[in-house]
């Protein structure tokens, strides 16, 4: 008897840091009551758009009409400092209702207040339909995670994601400069004629 309720002490023991450990990804905000709306989920493999828990729950937009909660996570085995996205619809259109009128933290690069604590903006075509989403304090590897809010009520076919990096490899620069030199010499040689 004794072994099991050691057995029971080690099994709590271990439950109880793990349960105080998951915290939700999204806070509630509005009517965002069951937190995200849409989770983004970034993996070596590609990355997804699905439904969140206030989403699955009827509601869909945090302000009850014309805007979403986005949480992210990034479980690749790299940091991720920015994500694109584009839409058939004006998910950059902001109009001044974002998360942090609703509540949430927000930090000092976000000027649109859609970003959260850890978003911000840029890369904003004219339609307002594609952007990046950067991160102040990139996304850890193996779950770092954050959240940010965008217009339109979305359901997750309308959220595409692009590349989540946009900086070039350094061997397109070697290609780049090769193309540059022998463009220049051609030039040069045409010149001298």
Do not use: W
Not at 91 to 97: N, T, V
Not at 124 to 149: E, H, K, R
């Amino acid at each position: 008897m004794k072994i099991l309720h050691i057995a029971a002490a080690a099994a709590l023991g271990l439950l109880v840091p793990c349960a105080l450990h998951a915290a939700p990804l999204c806070p509630a905000f509005g009517y965002a009551t069951a937190g995200c709306d849409l989770v983004i989920t970034v993996t070596n493999s590609g990355t997804s758009v699905a439904a969140g828990p206030s989403f699955s729950l009827g509601g869909g937009t945090y302000d009850g009409s014309d805007d979403t909660l986005i949480g992210i996570i990034n479980n690749s085995s790299s940091a991720l400092s920015m994500i694109n996205l584009s839409s058939n619809t004006d998910i950059f259109g902001f109009d001044g209702d974002g998360i942090n009128t609703f509540g949430a933290p927000g930090n000092a690069s976000d000027t649109s207040g859609y970003g959260g604590p850890d978003s911000f903006f840029t890369n904003i075509d004219p339609t307002f339909s594609m952007g990046t989403v950067d991160f102040v304090t990139p996304l850890a590897a193996g779950g770092g995670n954050t959240y940010f809010s965008l217009e339109e009520a979305l359901v997750p076919s309308q959220v595409v994601v692009g590349p989540p990096s946009a900086v070039p490899e350094p061997s397109t620069f070697v290609l780049l400069g090769t193309g540059l030199a022998g463009f220049c010499e051609a030039v040069r040689r045409r010149l001298a004629l």
